[in-house]
C-alpha cells in the first residue's frame, strides 16, 4: 500500500501559512508595517517580480529555465525610452517594446527548442547579448523625461490602487488560468514531465516550447513597461539580477525544478513573502545589502526543499 | 481467426541487416483480427527487429508490409501511428507528474476554446478504464504512484481510446508481480477479444501458452512456423525455438 498523497494545495497552505507568520513577525516588530499605505507600497513593489515569476513559473513548469528576463527588462525599458524619447506617442512605444521582449522570447525558445540546446546556456548568452546592445545603445547613460501619459503606467492610480499592481493582479489571474486550466498549461507541464511522450502523442513540443519562453518574454517586456515609466526614465541596468528573484519566487512557491509540477498560486504567495520580507529589512533599517543574501538564501532553501520532496516521492 | 480471412498484418521477405549482421533473412508474417499472437524466438532470432520494423522505428532493407490491404515498403513510425499501429512502452509513455486522465488524454484533450473540460475527460477515462477492466481507483492520482500493472493499463487505455488497431507488447509483464502480471494479461486477452490485433513477444512460455492463440516462432532471423496455440504442445514450442525440431 502506497502512502497518501498529500492535496497538491497543501504546500500551497503552508506557504500561506508562512506569509502570515512573516506578516505577524513584521506587524510586532514594527507599527508602520500594517498601515494600507505600507501594504500598498508591497504591493507596488512585487508587481513587477509578480510578472516576470508569472512567465518563469511556466518556463520552470516546463523543465526548462529564463536567465535572460532581467535583461528583458532592460532591453524593453530602453526601446519604449528611446521611442518616447523621439516623440513617438506612449502607445506606440509601449507596442513596440512589448512586441520586441516577445519576439527575444521567441528567440530564445526556438533556439532552445530547435538548436535543442539547453534553456541555462541559451538565455545566459541573450541575457549577456543584450546587456551590451543596452550599454552601446544607450552609451551608458539613462533616458529620461517621457511626459504623464507613460508615468501614469507607473505611478498612476485607480481608486486607491496604483496602476502596476493591477497589472501585476491581472497577470497573475491569467497566469494561473493559462497554466491550470487550459490545454497549453497541461502541455507545459507535460514538456516537464514526460516530453518524450508528449511528442510521440503526435504534439508539437518545440512549438510549444517557442511559445512558452514567448510568453516568459512578453512578461518580462511588461515588468520593462512598469520599471520605466515608475522612475520616468529608462536605466541601462534597470532590472539586473531580477531573474534570481523570480527563480526564487517561483520554487519557493512549489514549481518543481525539475518541471512537471508547478503552481501559480505558489508562485504568487512567494513573491509576497519575499517582498515582504524585503520591505521588513527596510523598515527595520537594515541595509539593502543583506537583501540580496536573504533572496540567496531562500532560493537555497527552497530548492533544498522541492528537492528533499521529490526524493520523498521517488522512494515511496 | 478464419485462414479465409484476410490478414489485417501481413509481411512478406522482409529482410534487414545490420553492418554484416542478418537480422532478420525473410520474414512473412501474419497477424489477424481479434487475435493475440505471440511471437517467440531465442535471443539474437529478430524479435525485436520485426518489431522495430512494424511500428516504423526501423525501416527494412526489403519486403513488403500490407496493413488492412495498403502495401507500404517500409513504415516511418508516423505513418503506423495513423494505421492505429502502436508500441506499448511501460515507462517511456507517462508522465509521472501527471494524473491518469491527463495521460490518457494525452495530445487528444477535451477541449472548448483551448480550456481543458477536465470533468468530462475524468467522466470519460473513468469510463475507459471500467470498459477495459483496469484497476485504477482513482483518475486524479498521479500516474508516479502507479503501479507497474495500473502504468501499462493506462498507456494501453490511451492507445485504445487513440483509435489503436495493433498493439504490440514487448515483454508487457517484465518486472512485476504475480498480480500485476495476471492484471496485464488479463487485459491483453481482453483487447483481442474486443477485435483489436495484438502482438507480444514473451519468453515466459507458460504465459504464451494461456493467454495466445497463434504462436509464430522466430530463429535466426526467420519465421519458422505459425501454430495455434490450442492445437501446440509446449515441448514443440522449446525445440523449434532451439532448433532441435524446424519440420516445415
Request: hydrophobic share 45%; aromatic share 6%.
Amino acid at each position: 500500500m502506497k502512502a497518501k498523497r498529500l492535496p497538491d494545495y497543501s504546500y500551497t497552505l503552508i506557504l500561506l501559512g508562512v506569509l502570515i507568520l512573516v506578516a505577524g513577525v513584521l506587524a510586532a516588530a514594527s507599527p508602520f508595517f500594517l498601515t494600507w499605505k505600507n501594504l500598498r507600497n508591497i504591493l507596488n513593489q512585487s508587481a513587477i517580480y509578480l510578472v516576470i515569476s508569472v512567465g518563469m513559473t511556466l518556463v520552470i513548469s516546463a523543465g526548462q529555465i529564463d536567465l535572460s528576463v532581467g535583461a528583458v527588462i532592460g532591453f524593453a525599458g530602453m526601446i519604449m525610452g528611446m521611442m518616447l524619447q523621439s516623440g513617438m506617442p506612449a502607445g506606440a512605444a509601449v507596442v513596440t517594446g512589448l512586441l520586441i521582449s516577445l519576439v527575444i522570447g521567441m528567440i530564445n525558445g526556438m533556439i532552445i527548442a530547435y538548436g535543442r540546446v539547453n534553456s541555462f546556456i541559451v538565455t545566459l548568452s541573450t541575457m549577456t547579448v543584450m546587456r551590451g546592445i543596452i550599454l552601446i545603445l544607450t552609451n551608458s547613460s539613462s533616458i529620461f523625461g517621457f511626459g504623464k501619459v507613460f508615468a501614469f503606467i507607473g505611478s498612476g492610480k485607480v481608486g486607491a490602487v496604483n496602476i502596476p499592481i493591477i497589472i501585476s493582479l491581472v497577470i497573475a489571474a491569467l497566469g494561473a488560468i493559462l497554466l491550470h486550466k487550459t490545454r497549453f498549461g497541461n502541455y507545459c507541464l507535460f514538456i516537464g514531465s514526460n516530453e518524450i511522450a508528449l511528442n510521440r502523442c503526435g504534439v508539437d513540443v518545440k512549438k510549444y516550447k517557442v511559445m512558452i519562453f514567448s510568453l516568459c518574454g512578453l512578461c518580462a517586456g511588461i515588468a520593462g513597461m512598469i520599471v520605466t515609466a515608475r522612475l520616468n526614465s529608462a536605466e541601462p541596468l534597470a532590472g539586473q539580477g531580477y531573474e534570481m528573484d523570480a527563480i526564487a519566487a517561483v520554487i519557493l512557491g512549489g514549481t518543481s525544478m525539475q518541471g512537471g509540477k508547478g503552481s501559480m498560486a505558489g508562485t504568487v504567495i512567494a513573491c509576497f513573502i519575499l517582498n515582504i520580507l524585503k520591505n521588513g529589512l527596510t523598515l527595520l533599517s537594515i541595509s539593502s545589502h543583506y537583501q540580496g543574501i536573504l533572496t540567496g538564501m531562500i532560493l537555497l532553501v527552497s530548492v533544498l526543499i522541492s528537492e528533499s520532496r521529490q526524493r520523498k516521492k521517488s522512494e515511496v | 481467426m478464419d485462414s479465409r480471412e484476410k490478414p489485417f498484418l501481413e509481411t512478406k521477405d522482409i529482410y534487414k541487416s545490420f553492418d554484416h549482421v542478418e537480422a532478420l533473412r525473410g520474414v512473412s508474417m501474419n497477424a489477424y483480427r481479434g487475435e493475440v499472437l505471440a511471437i517467440v524466438g531465442d535471443n539474437g532470432a529478430g524479435k525485436s527487429t520485426l518489431i522495430k520494423i512494424l511500428s516504423g522505428a526501423l525501416q527494412p532493407d526489403s519486403g513488403v508490409i500490407r496493413i488492412d490491404n495498403k502495401e507500404y515498403h517500409g513504415l516511418t513510425s508516423k505513418k503506423a501511428i495513423e494505421e492505429g499501429i502502436s508500441t506499448v512502452y511501460q515507462d517511456l509513455a507517462l508522465g509521472n507528474t501527471m494524473d491518469v486522465t491527463s495521460n490518457l488524454f494525452l495530445g487528444r484533450e477535451l477541449t472548448k476554446y483551448g480550456f481543458l473540460k477536465k470533468k468530462r475527460m475524468n467522466e470519460e477515462a473513468r469510463r475507459l478504464l471500467d470498459d477495459l477492466d483496469i484497476q485504477i481507483p482513482d483518475v486524479t492520482a498521479l500516474a508516479g504512484d502507479l503501479s507497474g500493472g495500473q502504468r501499462q493499463g493506462t498507456a494501453v487505455a490511451r492507445l485504445v481510446h487513440n483509435g489503436g488497431r495493433l498493439l504490440i507488447f514487448d515483454e508487457p509483464t517484465a518486472a512485476m508481480g504475480l498480480n500485476e502480471s495476471n492484471a496485464v494479461l488479463k487485459l491483453i486477452k481482453k483487447l483481442g477479444g474486443e477485435g483489436l490485433t495484438v502482438i507480444i513477444i514473451s519468453h515466459d512460455l507458460p504465459q504464451v501458452f494461456h493467454i495466445s492463440d497463434r504462436i509464430c516462432v522466430m530463429r535466426q532471423g526467420k519465421v519458422i512456423r505459425e501454430l495455434r496455440t490450442e492445437d501446440t504442445m509446449m515441448d514443440e514450442v522449446v525445440s523449434m525455438i532451439t532448433g532441435v525440431v524446424t519440420r516445415d
